[in-house]
């Protein structure tokens, strides 16, 4: 393999896991924040009890 | 593009799209402030951060416009070789996602910042040393990301240059606001909306600017550009620099404060170290994306160059003096309006000259550095200017909604992490008086005694009983206004001497290695004492700041691998002479 074949490769490689990623931290971080907010939220009120 | 240079088609619609995006920030950011009630919850939001989040969060701090444009300035200046960076970053964050190294046993002790387990490791002193140094050298980098951001925003914005100090005191202020009352918490919603809009940036000038060039166009300009060289990273780069490369980001992933606070907040080790691996695809891409684009704008200019002729002399001394002394006149005018066409093959025609001269002439030599640096500058800039001539309006404002949700993050998770650290391990330390000297605890389960705490069963800080929860959470976010306040005078005053990435790498030189030295030696080596990370620190700095000193002319690279081999030969030297007191004590 010469060597702009290899670094095209690697550059699909980086673009494609980059945007496929990004998609599913846009779709699964929202559960997650939500998640949070609600231990936070207990938290909150264990301090204040 | 035209001979009067470049003018950006960013437009109101444009000015309004960044404005919402920042303002649904500020929105998101302040309004969580309401769970902020410990320093706990402040500093690594009661470790309650999941993977994805996670994810988003440390990307989303570790991307800035700086990080686009050094990225695309390495690509432009050493084409295809540059790649080999990303692929070293993702190699250190598969090793350490799969392996765990450092970050499980960090994560494990509950700490809240690194220099932390440098007292529980090693004492008060090492703890306030590397605090200082660290405080010190994170502060100095992230005071010229304003500078360098600015000019982006110029370029890509057309916004006049008297209001650009305004514009990046605005920026600045919309970080303090929402980082200094909600913390880490507000940092991890914040990070996840400013992820989204930076991919999408990301992903939007990739579709429009690789098309628009093509990347045969990209590997004609390497080919044609860069004499042999663009394409084979060792005989580029070098080895040292590979090797350095390793080692840096190694130590970046592990123990750089911004990142080591991702892997704190993580709901447990676990969690932190599939984070790891997930981000390592990311990271490919954070150095990859921009590289090919700083590629795209090498290609994008030459494919415009206009012709340049060799000035008339009677000998190639003359010619070339000649040449610099053209560029000296209109090097700076043509690169602020974006005639990079015109710049570009005049340095590289001056190079060229110097380059076959400088065997005869030490002034050739002195003129062949000189258009290195104009190169690197033109390096800096060309990707913004590409993005500025071949951006429609509309896309324009979502591109620099994107970048300016990166350089929010960055500055408010860079704020975070250094203000945590000169509030906890360099002020707090000394407030509280007192020196504690500790067993010498490698992991969680061996931390016992002073450190046992009804919160975290068998960890506390011992500077916790010391001074109140509340007092800590006053001092990190009075820390967090004054670090906005320094930055803002520092990047007016401040005149950046050479190249961005040069300045950039020795401040963060200043205490990587050692840092990385003197964790790893505590966690892994019963015998580290804290003479050998004293030691080390003190040597692994002193070498760093080597490369300042210019008769002794060390190159980044060299310096940065003098400040490993320091850092480790101080920390073994030191340990072995003076070994710590809880190794004598098992022998």
């Known amino acids: 393999m010469s060597w702009p074949s290899f670094w095209l490769f690697a550059f699909v490689v980086a673009f494609l896991s980059f945007v496929l990623i990004s998609l599913v931290i846009a779709v699964r971080g929202v559960g997650e924040i939500r998640e949070l907010f609600r231990a936070l939220e207990e938290e909150r009120g264990r301090r204040t009890s | 593009v035209s001979t009067g240079g470049i003018a950006t088609s960013f437009s109101l619609l444009d000015g309004s799209i960044a404005a919402l995006s920042l303002a649904a920030t500020l929105w998101a950011g302040l309004r969580v402030k309401r769970y902020i009630g410990t320093i706990e919850s402040y500093l690594v939001a009661s470790r309650g951060m999941g993977l994805y989040v996670g994810a988003a969060s440390l990307l989303s701090t570790e991307v800035g416009i700086i990080t686009f444009m050094y990225q695309a300035q390495l690509g432009f200046v050493a084409g295809f070789s540059a790649f080999v960076v990303g692929l070293i970053t993702l190699a250190v964050c598969l090793l350490v996602g799969r392996t765990g190294f450092v970050i499980t046993r960090l994560r494990e002790m509950q700490i809240l910042t690194v220099p932390e387990y440098f007292e529980r490791r090693y004492g008060r002193g090492v703890r306030v040393l590397a605090g200082v140094l660290m405080a010190l050298g994170g502060s100095l980098n992230l005071g010229i990301f304003p500078i360098i951001e600015a000019r982006f925003l110029a370029i890509v914005t ?112 676990a969690v932190g170290r599939k984070m790891f691996t997930l981000t390592g695809f990311l990271f490919l891409g954070r150095a990859l994306i921009p590289m090919a684009w700083g590629i795209a704008a090498l290609a994008f200019f030459w494919a415009r160059a ?40 005049e340095v590289d025609l001056l190079e060229r000259l110097a380059r076959e001269e400088k065997a005869r002439s030490p002034e050739a030599a002195r003129l062949e550095a000189s258009a290195r640096d104009r190169r690197g500058e033109i390096g800096l800039l060309a990707m913004p200017w590409m993005l500025a001539a071949t951006l429609p309006t509309g896309l324009l404002g979502l591109v620099v909604a994107g970048m300016l949700a990166a350089s929010i993050s960055t500055y408010a998770g860079y704020f975070l992490g250094w203000s945590s650290i000169i509030a906890q391990d360099v002020v707090a330390p000394m407030l509280s008086g007192g020196t504690f000297v500790g067993a010498v605890p490698r992991k969680a389960s061996e931390l016992t005694g002073p450190y046992a705490s009804p919160t975290h069963p068998g960890v506390s800080s011992p500077d916790g009983a010391a001074l109140p929860g509340h007092t800590r959470l006053f001092l990190t976010r009075v820390t967090v206004v004054a670090l906005t306040a320094f930055l803002m005078v520092w990047s007016l005053v401040y005149d950046l001497p050479g190249p961005a990435y040069f300045y950039l790498q020795v401040t963060a030189n200043l205490f990587m290695a050692p840092t990385l030295v003197a964790v790893v030696g505590g966690l892994y080596w019963r015998r580290a004492s804290a003479f050998g990370a004293a030691l080390s620190f003190v040597l692994g700095a002193g070498a760093s700041l080597a ?38 004590a098992r022998a």
Do not use: K
């Open chain 2, 547 to 584: 490369y300042l000193v210019p008769w002794l002319e060390l190159g980044v690279a060299t310096a940065g691998n003098l400040s490993w081999a320091l850092a480790v030969a101080g920390f073994v030297a030191g340990s072995v002479l003076s070994p710590s007191r809880g190794a004598e």
């Open chain 2, 306 to 345: 206009e012709p340049v002729a060799a000035p008339a002399g009677a000998t190639p001394g003359a010619q070339i003096e000649s040449l610099d002394a053209r560029l000296d006149e209109t090097f700076r005018e043509d690169l602020d309006a974006g005639r990079l066409q015109r710049a570009l093959p």
């Open chain 2, 158 to 269: 057309g916004i006049p240059s008297r209001y650009l100090g305004w514009t990046m005191a605005a920026l600045l202020l919309v970080a303090l606001a929402y980082t200094a009352l909600g913390g880490m918490v507000s940092l991890i919603v914040t990070n996840y909306v400013q992820y989204v809009l930076l991919a999408a940036g990301t992903v939007a000038v990739t579709l429009v600017c690789l098309p628009e060039v093509g990347w045969g166009a990209m590997v004609g300009a390497v080919e044609g550009h860069m004499g042999g060289h663009g394409f084979d990273p060792v005989a580029d780069l070098g080895a040292g620099f590979i090797l350095w490369q390793v080692l840096l980001w190694i130590a970046l992933m592990t123990v750089w404060q911004s990142v080591a606070m991702r892997t704190f907040s993580t709901r447990d080790a």
